[in-house]
């Protein structure tokens, strides 16, 4: 039998070893609780960067303006001439200096030029840094587009 004055050592050692667990049990919550705050900033900050992206892209839909579909249909004339011609398609600069823009305005308008399927835009065969564009025979008619420019010429 457990004298009178041990007693209160073995509670108090008991209490001691339960108060251990108990505080280890806290500290793994503690570091359980900053991993999944990190985790949240963490997916908090993909969202962020995810609607930046997004907004990105939304504003480029709405880069068409009537002078960029001028300038589409300005190039499609051309490269009708050039095809009727038998002549291959023009590179960026080429078309610029073709429909009397800047080279930059050119670049601009390449994605709006990759985005209609009239075109088709390529690698240069020779050059890595250069693009090629050409009409997309599939989905364009170049007599049609001669026709209508004539038309449109005589008004």
Partial sequence: MASPASAPTSEFFQLQVALNSLREEIDGLRTENKDLWNTL???QKDIAYDRKRISKLELRGNLITSTTKEHLEHLKLILAKRAKAGQAGLT????????????????????????????????????????????????????????????????
């Fill in 41 to 43: 900033e963490a997916v």
């Fill in 92 to 155: 960026v600069a080429q078309a610029a200096k073709s429909m009397q823009i800047s080279k930059p305005r050119m670049k601009q308008l390449l994605h709006a030029i990759k985005l209609d399927d009239h075109f088709i835009v390529g690698q240069h065969p020779k050059r890595a840094n250069a693009f090629v564009i050409e009409l997309n025979k599939e989905t364009t008619d170049v007599d049609r587009i001669l026709s209508d420019s004539r038309k449109s010429a005589k008004r």
